[in-house]
Structures are given as C-alpha cells and as structure tokens.
C-alpha cells in the first residue's frame, strides 16, 4: 500500500512515516502544498493522508485539485475547534478526518479501513453515504430521509457523517465527543446526548423506524431495525 503523507510539521511526519513504514506502507513525504498537490496528482498512491494548514497551498486546495482528476481515498488531519474545516473537508471529497493530536493506532485503523475500501468508484458515488432511507450528499451538503429533507446543524451533519461512515458500530459517548466536539474527557458528556436528542428529533422521531439506538452503558449505533 503506498502511502502519500502531506504534512509540514517534520516531527509528526517523522512519527507517522516510521510508524506506517514498520506496518508494511510504503510513504511518501511531502513538506507543503505545492509538493503535495504535484506528488498526489502524478505519483501512483493508494491513500493520501492531508494536513489542512500547510505552506504554499492548503490541503483544500491539494484536495480540490486531486478531485478534479483522480479518485484516490484522503483522509484529511484537522485542527481541534475547526468543526467547520471538517464539514468543508468531507464535502470537498476527503473520505475521512482526523482531529489533531491524534493516537498513531488511530490513523492505522482509519487508513486500514479506507485501503479495504479500496479506490472510489466515483466521486458522486464516494461522496453519498447512505443508510436505507436516510441519504447524506457531502457535495451538497444534505441529509434527506424518504426524500425529506432533514435541516441539520453542522455538528449535526459532522454526527451523522460519522454514524452512516462507521454503520453498525458502537460509537461511545467519549469518541463523539472528540471527534464531533474536539473534547477530551471521560466526564461530562451532556452536550454529546443533547446533540443526539436533537439529531434525533430530526431524523427518527418522525418515522415509524429508529436508525439511532442506545445502546446502554456503552454509547450510540445507526443501523436498521
Ligand atoms: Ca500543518
């Protein structure tokens, strides 16, 4: 799997090279945006990791410019407090997002997860997700459920991505409070189940069908019934 890593902060592109290489990556390191977007754009890799703030062109404009012609999975890093950089990242067409700083196994796993995904088919068709009757165009950023549209705030458009992307799985209140909310705690997770509340009123509670179940004691799943 070759590996594309854009990232100007010498020290985590060193973490991240080593740590990808020793599980049988093969990485390229680009220093800034111009690098970068030339390197993604004629270079032959599986997966792109992107930092956001970099030199010479940020990674929206790597990202846009890759769109324009290849498919390649993107896993975009973030900023903490930037939930709008991330709405913006996944509508432009990254597949995922991780906030900085984030744990090394994490990355692992996202970009395990994007290389068994394999090369998008499509950009329209990448940038859909869905889940029986409930549809999220990240280009247009629109969540409809039976073809109605569901007015969602962007934490709870950033929720719902995160829900319909990891479909099925149990999803703990301290993992949607860091990735939705850039919170890092084990105690207070009130705004997470106030956020659920409200996602809910918009998506479930006027259905026949829930998508979005508790699961006690552990967190949140979406699934059909
Ligand atoms: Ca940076």
Do not use: C
Not at 36 to 46: C, F, N, R, T
Not at 68 to 90: F, H, I, Q, Y
Not at 159 to 185: C, Y
């Amino acid at each position: 799997m070759r590996v594309l890593l854009v990232e100007d902060e010498a020290k985590l592109a060193e973490y991240v090279r080593k740590g990808l290489s020793e599980n049988g990556f093969v990485v390229d390191v680009a220093k800034d945006g111009i690098d970068g977007k030339h390197l993604a754009l004629h270079g032959e890799y599986d997966l792109v990791v992107l930092d956001v703030m970099l030199p010479g062109i940020d990674g929206f404009g790597v990202l846009k410019a890759l769109r324009e012609s290849r498919n390649t999975p993107v896993l975009m890093l973030t900023a903490r407090d930037r939930v709008e950089d991330r709405v913006k990242g996944l509508q432009d067409g990254a597949d995922d997002y991780l906030v900085k700083p984030f744990a090394f196994s994490e990355l692992l796993a996202r970009l395990q997860a994007l290389g068994r995904r394999g090369v998008r088919v499509s950009a329209e068709e990448a940038n859909v997700l869905r889940l029986g009757p409930l549809e999220l165009d990240m280009t247009k950023r629109k969540a409809t459920r039976e073809g109605k549209r569901l007015e969602l705030t962007s934490k709870e458009f950033i929720l719902l991505t995160l829900f319909l992307r990891r479909q099925g799985e149990v999803l703990s209140r301290t993992v949607l409070a860091e990735q939705v909310w850039d919170m890092n705690f084990d105690g207070d997770t009130n705004a997470v189940e106030v956020a659920i509340r409200r996602l809910r009123a918009k998506m479930d509670d006027p259905f026949d069908h829930k998508l979005l179940r508790t699961v006690r004691g552990m967190g949140y799943v979406l699934e059909t019934p």
